[in-house]
């Protein structure tokens, strides 16, 4: 089976890339490599262009994931498909990419200031929410953007490195969200580490510092169930 290279995984920073289409059809676009990010983790799928070689350009109106959780497909306006083996310029809207980051890096905050099980996350580009298992709260909108804007003005800065399965499997309380442990039958697994405040599995895409992430606010915080309490922000 083939699989698409994540060029985002290395460098979430990619606007644009040339890649070769594999096949494409109504399911979508397979490409031997991509910067779009497959929706997934609950953040948003990319958007963008495909632009093929005489110049035609097709409109990028999501990026998922195929039903077998391997093959990234992108989803493109219209019927006239390029064909295999054609190459391809793709470049994403990056406003609406760097904002998913932002946000994305930002609920890692939120959930090193609630240690509690994640049940449920949400990314768009206009606002994130983590669901937590959390049968009585506290909790302050408040206080908690007054945490969470302190932690983003520290300028701590984000890498990713990897871990083996072993090594998560000797470290379980690395992964926080309840249900959602990496894939298997891979040999190594992604990181993403905070320093000095968050470190666990993540495949998404993430800003450099959180500096970056700039000022945010807790919008609503509300119980969804008898032991689920919702937390949502957005950008100040």
Known sequence: MTQTHKLFDDDAYLAHCEATVISAGPEGIELDATICYARSGGQAGDT???TLAGGR?????????ADDRQRILHIVQGDDLPQAGERVR???????RHRLMRLHTCLHLLGALVPVPVTGCGISPDSARLDFDLPESTLDKTRLTEQLNALI????????????????AAQPELVRTIGAAPPGGTASIRIVEIAGVDRQPCGGTHVRNT????AVSVTKIEKKSRT????????A
Do not use: K, M
């Not at 350009?57 to 994931?65: F, K, M, S």
């Not at 793709?90 to 609406?96: A, C, E, L, M, N």
């Not at 689920?228 to 957005?234: A, C, K, L, Y």
């Open 48 to 50: 963008g262009t495909l």
């Open 57 to 65: 350009q097709l409109v990028l109106a999501d990026t998922v994931y």
């Open 90 to 96: 793709v470049d994403i809207d990056w406003q609406r």
């Open 153 to 168: 003005s520290a300028g701590s800065d984000v890498r990713t490195d990897s871990i083996t399965p072993e090594q998560l």
């Open 211 to 214: 500096l970056e992430i700039g």
């Open 228 to 235: 689920n309490r919702r937390i949502v922000v957005q950008f």
